[in-house]
Structure formats: C-alpha cells, structure tokens
C-alpha cells in the first residue's frame, strides 16, 4: 500500500557541499565554534560506538547538530556506515473535553502509509531488514521514550502485516536514546524499563548515551532548527521550503561549521577519542573505524 505521491519532507540542506549554499551561508561559517562543541563530540563519539556498526538513522529534529558532526566525519573517511536523517515527530493530540489529560489519538491510515514509506527510505522496511547485511540504529534524545515507542509500534505491526521474519528483523533493530545526565542510584528513572517493547530485543540492542543536561535542553527544546517539525498532520500534505530569515541563516552556519568540523583531522580524532573508552571497541568493525577517524 503506498501514497500517490509520496510523503515530502521539509526541505533540508545537503551540508556536505556547502558551497552551493550561496547567499544563505554567512562568511566565515564554516570556522564558527558552536558552544556545545566538546560535550556533542564526547556524545557523538560514544553513540557510534553504542550502534553496533549499524547505519545511523537521527529521528526528529533533536540531534541535527550530531547528525551534520558524524556525517561529516564518516564521509571524510569513507565508512561504510551511512548517516541518515527520518524527520518523523510523533508529537500531536489535543486536551480531552474536561482538560483534564491529555488525549493522543491513533495513526490515521495514511498517516501510517506516509510512515512506512519514509521508513523504507532508510532502509527500514520489513523487507529491507530481513536481507540486510548491517542494523539500523536509530537515535534520538529520549526523556519518557515515546517516540521510539511509537516508531517501534509502526515498525512492529508492518513487520506482521509484510509476513516478514519478525525473529530476523529484530537482530537488525538497534535503538540508542541520548538521555540526560543524572543520578544514577538503582532508583533512578530508566525509560527503558518502562517501555514493554524493548523486551522483544535484545539488551544490546537498546542503549543510552548521558548527555550534559544543558546541552541535552538546548538540542531538545530550544535550538534553533533548519526545517519545521514534521509531525504527523504534515506527514500527507505538501513539502515546505525552508525558511530564510536570518535565524535560519545562523542555523545553517552552525550546522555548516559541525560538518566542516567532523571532516577535520581535529574533529576526526576527538571522535575517535571518545569511542577510546568504550567496549564496542574490542569489535573489529569499530577499531578499524576508529584508526580510520585517527589517521
């Protein structure tokens, strides 16, 4: 079952070729030194080793800034590994008639249509996983973990309704949440722990990364973005173009100087520094990453 057309995204840039930019790129981006520079390198660095070698799929909007650092980094090297942007939000419901909680309705047919399609664009179709020689991880920061509950639901039920070998698909799934740092005593909130589905896959297969919580506020709440939330009464309607006002244009020089940065030999190696302390790197595919990210 497919659209007539497609759902159609809003617009973002391709920031690997930023000199098509033109009049949109303030001069001098691409030497700007965002503020939150060490604590994104740290995070990056820990979420690659944490994928489990898988392609890289940022859902939302959030983790942008991380997306354009590692993008940048592993096409300078090569990797084998793609990094990949699904712009789906989950977000939306309305107050219920008394206002006294909050009422999240269902997917609409097309809507789950639209989900799929945009699923399968990267490489997470129920067919495209059973054959697939890597995982797909999907990132994102998670507080409650709704929204890798919701893309899970859309990907679970359209593994049953493909007839596709669902004990196959699962070793291919990987979800690795960037949370905020805190406490960690026993008692502390695990999102994890709350969601049923992650008890379908392995331990593995969902892992966090901590970030700064400053840091981990601006990237979720407060961060300028280069397109406008993609939430599901969108998800069927017409494509955007991105706005160009002058918030938009430091927006992008931000993202332009990240890219720019994970290309550089400096960028490169503090990546590689801190996938340094991480298990994953006694696993063949990482090391080799990480001498590659050094050289």
């Known amino acids: 079952m497919t659209s007539p057309a497609g759902p159609e995204p809003p617009f973002r840039w391709d920031l690997v070729a930023p000199d098509r930019l033109g009049s949109m790129l303030p001069e001098g981006a691409q030497h700007a030194e965002p503020w939150f520079l060490d604590a994104l390198v740290e995070c990056a660095g820990r979420v690659l080793a944490r994928s489990g070698g898988g392609d890289l799929v940022f859902v939302g909007r959030s983790l942008d800034s991380m997306f354009d650092l590692l993008g940048g980094a592993l096409a300078e090297v090569g990797a084998e590994q793609r990094v990949l942007r699904l712009p789906l939000s989950f977000q939306r419901g309305a107050p219920s008639p008394s206002g006294r909680r909050w009422v999240v309705p269902e997917l609409t047919p097309r809507q789950l249509v639209a989900a799929r399609e945009l699923l399968a664009s990267v490489g997470a179709s129920p067919a495209l996983l059973a054959r697939a020689g890597r995982p797909v991880t999907f990132v994102d920061v998670v507080s409650s973990g709704s929204t890798f509950t919701d893309l899970f639901g859309v990907l679970r039920e359209w593994v049953e309704d493909a007839g596709a070998p669902w004990r196959t698909v699962r070793r291919r799934l990987r979800f690795v949440g960037v949370t905020r740092r805190g406490t960690t005593s026993p008692n502390a909130f695990r999102w994890q722990e709350e969601a049923p589905w992650t008890r379908e896959l392995s331990g593995a297969s969902v892992l966090n990364v901590s970030l700064d919580p400053e840091v981990w506020s601006w990237f979720g709440n407060w961060q300028d973005k280069l397109t ?37 030999r400096e960028g490169r190696r503090r990546i590689a520094r801190a996938v340094a302390g991480e298990p994953a790197l006694s696993q063949p595919w990482l090391r080799s990453l990480a001498r590659r990210l050094n050289g």
């Open 228 to 264: 406008r939330s993609y939430r599901p009464d969108r998800w069927t309607g017409a494509g955007e173009d991105p706005e160009r006002g002058e918030r938009t244009r430091q927006a992008l020089a931000e993202a332009v100087a990240l890219v720019s940065y994970g290309r550089s």
